[in-house]
């Protein structure tokens, strides 16, 4: 049997594969699915152009360039991971320069760079730009942003009996060979394969592994609950460097509007106190779209890192997958990369014999993990 462990997107993207082609697995989470950097994300199915905003197709925009496809395949229903139980919260990302000369010139690059998939279009096309205050350019992307809260039940559905909540403590090693794990709910024996984020380090020091080597990358994303709607917005606004200033989606959640907002802002803020960073972002998000006359009700930080394979800091470009003494490591360094990773360990996978599942505690559907506070 194939053990998984983490049940974030990248474990429950692979379990589906694993499934789809008749191979036993199981999927063991310490906590509800999803509730890691799965649901932490801002749901962006990337193709790669926000990481041309420079004009140069980047390798990373290269490898990532395929995942929109690959993700619409399954969200209809087409491919062997089926999530047409998903929602999309829109079929589109924005992306939008304000009134500056820079941040014009960035969009023109990336316009230039990726005309194929970005589009220049009428601000009064956009219930949340057509202000005559927005003096900008806004630009349409066909890249799809995913209703996060709807990713993880569609697994369930499909994963129905395999999923469990298990804190794995342990890699079980025989004659070197890492051969199971032990959880809080017992032993289990089977090939390890750890989609566990941040949790991954642990479990590879617990059996003396000093490699793979991870990566955090700290962000300081801010939560702003807004007194008074706006209409939704789910993109990138464009600033002077080949970042976007703020990355922004709005959510609904007991009735009340909330904008997650990341971007430049989320990373530079990861050294500044709690309250300096609700300034920054309040800041930064007033200006980002100054001619809506945000009525703000609180504005909160929240701190996650991101977990990826060591690249000495620098965002990592592709799927991360190794294997050290028979245990499998993966890290996708991106929600849209998910079916990447799985294609790059699907193959080097070995059949192995059919053991009956664990009967643990079935694991839990996960919520916004910005919002449970
Ligand atoms: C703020 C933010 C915004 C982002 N936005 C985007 C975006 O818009 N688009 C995009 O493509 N990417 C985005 N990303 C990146 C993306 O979220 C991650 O690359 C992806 O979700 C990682 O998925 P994962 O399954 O590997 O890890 P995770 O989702 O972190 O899942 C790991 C799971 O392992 C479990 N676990 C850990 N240790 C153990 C243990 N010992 N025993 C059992 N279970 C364990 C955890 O509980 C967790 O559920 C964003 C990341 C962040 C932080």
């Known amino acids: 049997m194939k053990i998984i462990v983490g049940g974030g997107v990248s474990g429950l993207w692979l379990a589906a594969e694993l499934k789809a082609r008749g191979i036993h697995c199981c999927v063991l989470d310490r906590g509800p699915l999803g509730q890691g950097q799965t649901l932490a994300s801002q749901g962006m199915i990337h193709g790669g152009t926000k990481y041309a905003l420079n004009g140069l197709l980047t390798r990373a925009a290269d490898v990532i360039g395929a995942m929109p496809k690959r993700w619409r395949t399954a969200l209809n229903g087409e491919g062997s991971v089926n999530l047409s139980a998903v929602t999309l919260e829109r079929s589109d990302q924005l992306l939008w320069s304000t009134d500056s000369m820079a941040s014009n010139l960035v969009g023109f690059f990336a316009s230039q760079a990726m005309r194929s998939r970005m589009t220049r279009i009428d601000a009064t096309s956009e219930p949340a730009f057509e202000s005559s205050a927005f003096k900008g350019h806004l630009y349409r992307l066909m890249e799809p942003v995913l209703k996060l809260d709807t990713l993880i039940p569609a697994f369930q559905q499909q994963l129905s009996g395999q999923l469990f909540e298990a804190t794995v403590s342990a890699l079980t090693c025989r004659h070197g060979q890492v051969i199971g794990v032990e959880t809080d709910q017992g032993a289990l024996e089977g090939e390890v394969i750890l989609t566990a984020g941040e949790g991954t380090e642990a479990l590879l020091r617990s059996a003396g592994f000093e490699t793979p080597r991870m990566q955090r990358r700290p962000l300081a994303m801010g939560v702003i609950a807004l007194k008074q709607p706006i209409a939704g917005i789910f993109g990138h606004q464009l600033g002077a460097t080949s970042k976007p200033k703020i990355t922004l989606s709005t959510h609904e959640i007991d009735s009340t ?117």
């Open 257 to 373: 509007q909330y904008l997650y907002v990341g971007g430049q802002v989320a990373e530079d803020g990861i050294d500044k106190t709690d309250t300096e960073q609700q300034s920054a972002i309040q800041e930064a998000v007033t200006r980002g779209l100054h001619w809506l006359d945000l009525k703000i009700d609180s504005v909160d930080v929240f701190r996650i890192n991101r977990a990826e394979p060591d690249a000495s800091g620098h965002r990592p470009d592709h799927a991360f997958v190794d294997a050290i003494a028979g245990c499998w490591v993966c890290w996708p360094t991106k929600l849209a990369l998910a079916p990447a990773l799985a294609d790059a360990i699907l193959p080097r996978l070995q059949p192995n014999p059919q053991t009956p599942l664990p009967t643990w505690p079935v694991a839990t559907t996960g919520r916004y993990p910005w919002r449970l506070n």
